[in-house]
């Protein structure tokens, strides 16, 4: 069977039912709601993270990544660095098949910026169990400036399908004392 036109000509310009009326109106009014829903919860919520981001190339992430590391690396877990960085100094974690890189180690109540990007495709950076989660692009860095209240072991896991080994992209990160 094929399409048939609309019976009237002019079909655009019927009435519409009342009901469908009451309907358009609820959506409308119920959107606008939703609208400045949206700027109040930015400021009053507590859901969204006030990230920034910027262009980086993956070659100064690494760059600054392995600086940091180099200087306050304090020990070795599985492999991994454990970096102890001071309070308010800006640290990196790097994305990249199939690592978060490295184990960062923060202290409770002291704020830092913390920089994220991935070296070749994207990874979703999701910090558990306080469900954090943003987009890693290799070429952006994500800027946040995290103060943790809460001692203890953070893992984080990868949101983001991102090949053979995606199941296997865990880090973790540490608030102490
Ligand atoms: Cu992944």
Not at 56 to 85: C, L, W
Not at 150 to 175: A, P, R, S, W
Request: hydrophobic letters at 40%; aromatic letters at 12%; glycine letters at 6%.
């Amino acid at each position: 069977m094929s399409l048939s036109p609309p019976t009237e000509r002019i079909w655009w310009k019927e009435k519409i039912p009342t009901t469908e009326l009451i309907w358009i109106t609820i959506a409308f009014l119920w959107g606008l709601v939703m609208f400045f829903m949206m700027i109040y919860w930015h400021g009053a919520g507590e859901q969204n993270l006030s990230n920034e981001a910027y262009r980086i190339s993956p070659a100064n992430f690494t760059a600054k990544t392995q600086a940091m590391v180099d200087q306050y690396t304090v020990r070795e877990e599985s492999g991994y660095p454990v970096v102890h960085p001071p309070p308010g100094s800006d640290v990196y974690l790097i994305a990249r098949l199939w690592q978060w890189w490295p184990i960062l180690e923060l202290e409770k109540d002291e704020s830092y910026r913390l920089h994220i990007s991935a070296l070749d495709w994207q990874h979703g950076f999701s910090l558990q169990p306080v469900n954090i989660n943003l987009q890693i692009h290799p070429g952006y860095e994500m800027v946040l400036t995290v103060t943790p209240d809460q001692l203890g072991d953070y893992g984080i896991v990868c949101n983001e399908f991102c090949g053979i080994g995606h199941h296997t992209m865990l880090g973790k990160m540490l608030v102490v004392e």
